[in-house]
C-alpha cells in the first residue's frame, strides 16, 4: 500500500521549464526582472500586453505559463484578461472585420448589418469564424460618413452596406482567401 | 491606549478610538448599520454599498464599513435620503436576482432575502433584462450557480485570503461580470480543493454543496430486505445540528440527533468516532515508527478531504510526509462494508453507507476512485450537517422535543479522544493521548493538552517530553495558516514531529456544511467556533473512556478482524495513497 509506493513528487521542476518553453525569450526576461520585486503583480497587465503583441492573441497556455511564472493566481489572470477590452483570448483571423457603430452609421442602419454579419458568420462581437478567416469587432466612426453604413475588412473600407450586400461582400473575401492558400499554401 | 475622537451619529455624541469606522462606531451606539457584501473576518471591499450613510459635508453617500471616523465627523444613517438609497440598491439587486426564493436551498437563510424583507422591499419597481449563466453542478462537492450571484466577492476572499487557494476570481465586465476559477472551468477541473467555505460564506445561494439528500431518501425507500442502510456521524455533527433548530450555538446533542435517525429508517446508526479511534491507533503507530527511522517527518494528518486536496495540488513534494491512514469517514465504511458486513452476515452489496459530515470536501472524498470496494465507492452518499438538518425538518421531527439515545454497536463505541477529532487541535491532542501511552506505558496524568487547544488562525505549537523522547507537534486550521507553517517547516526554521492540519478555520466544527450561522453571526465567527468546541470538550470530559487504545470495540476489532496496528490487512482496509496533481497553484 501507500507506505511501498516510491514518491518523487516534487514537479515543480518539469511544469516551470513547460512553462518557459511556452514563451518567447524576451517575456521571460521581462518576467524574471520582476518577479522578486515588492508588488510585482502589478506587472501583470504589462505582460499580458507583451504576450498578446507577441503571439496576436492571449491563448490559454499563455495565461497559465503567465500565472505560474508570475505566481499570480490563474484566477486572476484570466480575470484580467477577460475585463480588458484591449485584451483577445482567440486568434485574430485572416480578415478583421471592424463595423462602425459611430452615429452616422448607427442612424442608418449599422445594427442591421451587424447582425447580418454575426448571423452568416455564427459569431459575435469579439469572436472568430471557426474557419479562421474572419474575426469581428465594432468600432467608432472610421471617419467616411458619406458611405454610411460602413464596414472595414482589413484596411478596405465597404459602405454603404445593406444586410442583403452582407453575404456576397463575405464571399468575395472567402474567394480571396481561397486564391491566397492556392499561391502560398503553407500559409 | 490610542487616542480617541469623537463624532455625532444620528446626533448623538460618542468617543470611539481613532481607526474605528462609522459602522463599528455605529454598532457601539446600538445602530445597525445594514450590510451585505461585509464579512468582520474578511478584508474590506465596500462593494455592494448596502451600508451607506450621510455624512455632513459630502453630497455623496458613503459606505459606512469602509470609512474610519474623524474627529467632528456628522453621520445620518437613517435620513430619507440614505433609506431611500439603500433601498434602490437593493432594489436594484433583487432586480438582477432569480425569483424563485421559496425554491431556493437558502429560503429562510438568505442574507439578501432578509434585507429585503428589513429594508421593506415590498414590491419590485426595476423591471430589466436579468443575468443569464449557466449552473456549474458537475462537481462532486461545490455547486456554482453564478445566476444567484450578487458579487459581494466573499467568496473570493476567503478562497483566497483565508484559504490561500485563490481559485475564484470575477472574470468580464459590466453587466456580464461573473465570478469564477479560471477560465471560468468547472469547479472540479480549477484549482479548488472543495471545502466549501465559499459556500459557508456566500449571502445568497451562489455556491451550494453537492446534494445528496436524494440518493439517500431513494436508499431509505427501500424494502428492508434489499437495502440495509447505515448511517454514520461525524464528531463535529453533535456540536452544530442544534442551532439549525433553534438551540444555541455550541448545544450537543448527540443523543437527539441519533434519536432522530433511527425515526428516520436508518437500520444502524453508527459513529465516525469509532473510525477516529481507529485512526488515532493508525496514526500513532505510524508515527512512532518513522520516530524510530522508517519515513520522513514531520508526519502530516490525513484527515481533512481539503487538506488533502490541498496537499496534493499545492504541495506535492510533501506527500512522502502524509499520513498513509484514510480518513475516519473512509475507515468506517470500509469496515461497515467488511466487518460489520461479517458479523452481520450481509452481503456488501446490499448495505448503504450514508455519512453525515461538516464538510463539504467529503462528498468529494467519497467520489475519489481510491475508496472503492468491489468496484463501488465504500461510502455511497455524504450529507452535510445543513443537509440531515434539512431532511429531519422534511420528515417533520421535532428535534428539541427529541429524547436521547445511544449509537448501535459495534462501530457506535468511542473515546473522548474520537469527539475532539471536530475541532483544530483535536487530533493532535488524540493522538499524543494515545502516543505517550505506547511510549511510557501508561496513560497521561493530565490528559488535557490545551496548548494545542484553541479555535482562532494561529498556528499552536507544544512540545511533550514522553519516556525521554521530546515530540515537537504544531497545529494549524485555515490554509492560509497551514502554507505559513508548511513553508517555515521547508525552509528548515522548525522542526516538527507531528503536524495536524484541518482545512476550515476553527477545524471541522467550521466546517463548509455546518448550518449557516443565524443571521446577524457570520461564518469563522470566534464565539461561534469556541462554542462549538466547548460542546465537544465538554462531552470528552465528561466520558470516562478518554484514550483511543483503551475503546473496548477497537480492541476487539484489531483482536478478531485487523490484527494489529500497521499489519497487512489493516494496511490493506484503513490506509490510502495520493497522487500529485497540477494545478499547482500559487505558494
Not at chain 2, 451550494?208 to 428492508?224: C, M
Not at chain 2, 460489520?340 to 470536501?361: E, G, T
Not at chain 2, 512540545?463 to 505559513?484: C, D, I, P, W
Not at chain 2, 490493506?572 to 497522487?579: D, G, K, R, S
Request: hydrophobic share 40%.
Amino acid at each position: 500500500m501507500s507506505e511501498c509506493l516510491p514518491c518523487s513528487t516534487d514537479n515543480w521542476p518539469d511544469l516551470e521549464r513547460g512553462y518557459r518553453a511556452m514563451l518567447p525569450r524576451e517575456i521571460l526576461a521581462f518576467i524574471d526582472a520582476h518577479r522578486h520585486q515588492e508588488r510585482s503583480e502589478s506587472m501583470l497587465i504589462a505582460t499580458l500586453h507583451q504576450v498578446q503583441a507577441h503571439f496576436g492573441h492571449l491563448g490559454p497556455g499563455h495565461l497559465e505559463a503567465v500565472a505560474q511564472l508570475m505566481q499570480i493566481p490563474l484566477a486572476k489572470v484570466t480575470g484580467v484578461a477577460t475585463f480588458y477590452h484591449y485584451f483577445r483570448l482567440q486568434p485574430r483571423g485572416r480578415y478583421l472585420i471592424n463595423v462602425c457603430l459611430g452615429t452616422a452609421c448607427y442612424v442608418k442602419g449599422a445594427e442591421k448589418v451587424a447582425q447580418k454579419l454575426q448571423d452568416e458568420l455564427g459569431i459575435r462581437f469579439g469572436e472568430t469564424s471557426k474557419d479562421g478567416i474572419f474575426s469581428l469587432e465594432s468600432t467608432r466612426c472610421v471617419g467616411t460618413c458619406g458611405l454610411a453604413p460602413v464596414v472595414m475588412i482589413g484596411d478596405e473600407v465597404h459602405g454603404p452596406l445593406t444586410p442583403s450586400l452582407v453575404p456576397g461582400l463575405l464571399e468575395s473575401y472567402l474567394a480571396r482567401a481561397a486564391e491566397d492558400l492556392v499561391a502560398e499554401p503553407s500559409r | 491606549m490610542s487616542q480617541m475622537i469623537s463624532l455625532k451619529i444620528d446626533g448623538e455624541p460618542i468617543l470611539v478610538p481613532a481607526g474605528t469606522t462609522v459602522m463599528d462606531a455605529a454598532e457601539t451606539l446600538g445602530i445597525h448599520i445594514p450590510r451585505l457584501c461585509y464579512h468582520p473576518e474578511l478584508s474590506l471591499e465596500g462593494n455592494c454599498r448596502v451600508c451607506v450613510v450621510q455624512v455632513e459635508g459630502f453630497d455623496h453617500c458613503l459606505a459606512s464599513c469602509a470609512t474610519t471616523a474623524w474627529e467632528g465627523m456628522e453621520v445620518q444613517t437613517n435620513s430619507p435620503v440614505i433609506r431611500e438609497a439603500r433601498r434602490d440598491i437593493v432594489e436594484l439587486l433583487l432586480d438582477n436576482h432569480p425569483k424563485d426564493c421559496q425554491t431556493c436551498d437558502r429560503d429562510g437563510v438568505c442574507e439578501l432575502q432578509n434585507l429585503a424583507y428589513r429594508m421593506g422591499v415590498r414590491e419590485r419597481h426595476f423591471e430589466g433584462r436579468r443575468k443569464q449563466f449557466p449552473i456549474d453542478d458537475a462537481g462532486a462537492s461545490v455547486v456554482r450557480n453564478a445566476e444567484k450571484c450578487i458579487l459581494c466577492g466573499r467568496c473570493i476572499r476567503v478562497c483566497g485570503e483565508v484559504q490561500g487557494v485563490f481559485n475564484l476570481s470575477q472574470h468580464g465586465r459590466g453587466f456580464t461580470t461573473v465570478v469564477g476559477p479560471a477560465n471560468l472551468a468547472p469547479m472540479d477541473e480549477s484549482a479548488c480543493i472543495q471545502c466549501g467555505q465559499c459556500v459557508s460564506v456566500c449571502p445568497t445561494a451562489a455556491f451550494l454543496e453537492q446534494d445528496h439528500t436524494e440518493r439517500v431518501w431513494k436508499a431509505l425507500g427501500f424494502p428492508r430486505t434489499e437495502k440495509h442502510v447505515v448511517v454514520t456521524t461525524a464528531p463535529a455533527i453533535r456540536a452544530a445540528l442544534g442551532e439549525a433548530f433553534g438551540l444555541p450555538m455550541g448545544t450537543p446533542v448527540t443523543g437527539k440527533m441519533v434519536t432522530a435517525l433511527r425515526r428516520m429508517g436508518f437500520d444502524a446508526i453508527f459513529d465516525v468516532n469509532f473510525s477516529a479511534d481507529l485512526t488515532i491507533m493508525e496514526e500513532a503507530h505510524e508515527l512512532l515508527k518513522r520516530l524510530e527511522g522508517g519515513g520522513p517527518l514531520p508526519l502530516l494528518t490525513s484527515c481533512s478531504p481539503g487538506w488533502v486536496s490541498f496537499l496534493e495540488k499545492f504541495y506535492p513534494e510533501l506527500i512522502p510526509h502524509m499520513s498513509s491512514c484514510k480518513s475516519p469517514m473512509q475507515m468506517q465504511s470500509t469496515l461497515i462494508k467488511t466487518y460489520y458486513a461479517q458479523q452481520k452476515d450481509l452481503d456488501p452489496r446490499d448495505i448503504y453507507v450514508v455519512s453525515v459530515m461538516p464538510c463539504v470536501a467529503k462528498k468529494f472524498e467519497a467520489a475519489r476512485p481510491e475508496h472503492v470496494l468491489d468496484g463501488s465507492p465504500t461510502t455511497d452518499a455524504v450529507i452535510t450537517t445543513r443537509e440531515l438538518a434539512q431532511m429531519i425538518k422534511s420528515y417533520g421531527i421535532d428535534f428539541t422535543r427529541l429524547p436521547d439515545s445511544d449509537f448501535d454497536h459495534p462501530l457506535g463505541t468511542s473515546s473522548g479522544a474520537g469527539d475532539i477529532f471536530g475541532a483544530t487541535g483535536g487530533v493532535m491532542e488524540a493522538a499524543l493521548r494515545t502516543a505517550a501511552f505506547k511510549l511510557t506505558g501508561r496513560n497521561l496524568g493530565n490528559l488535557e493538552l490545551t496548548e494545542v487547544r484553541g479555535v482562532t488562525g494561529e498556528i499552536r505549537e507544544a512540545s511533550v517530553t514522553l519516556a525521554g523522547k521530546t515530540l515537537n507537534v504544531a497545529v494549524a486550521n485555515g490554509l492560509q495558516n497551514a502554507k505559513v507553517l508548511l513553508e517555515a517547516v521547508k525552509r528548515g526554521e522548525k522542526d516538527y514531529h507531528l503536524i495536524e492540519i484541518m482545512a476550515c478555520p476553527g477545524g471541522c466544527i467550521c466546517g463548509g456544511g455546518q448550518p449557516y450561522p443565524p443571521i446577524g453571526t457570520y461564518t469563522m465567527n470566534h464565539d461561534l467556533a469556541r462554542a462549538r468546541a466547548k460542546a465537544l470538550y465538554s462531552i470528552d470530559s465528561a466520558k470516562t473512556l478518554r484514550c483511543s487504545h483503551d475503546n473496548p470495540d477497537v480492541q476487539k476489532l484489531y483482536a478478531n478482524f485487523l490484527g494489529e496496528p500497521l499489519s497487512h490487512r489493516a494496511h490493506e482496509l484503513l490506509h490510502t495513497h495520493y497522487t500529485a496533481r497540477t494545478p499547482r497553484g500559487i505558494r
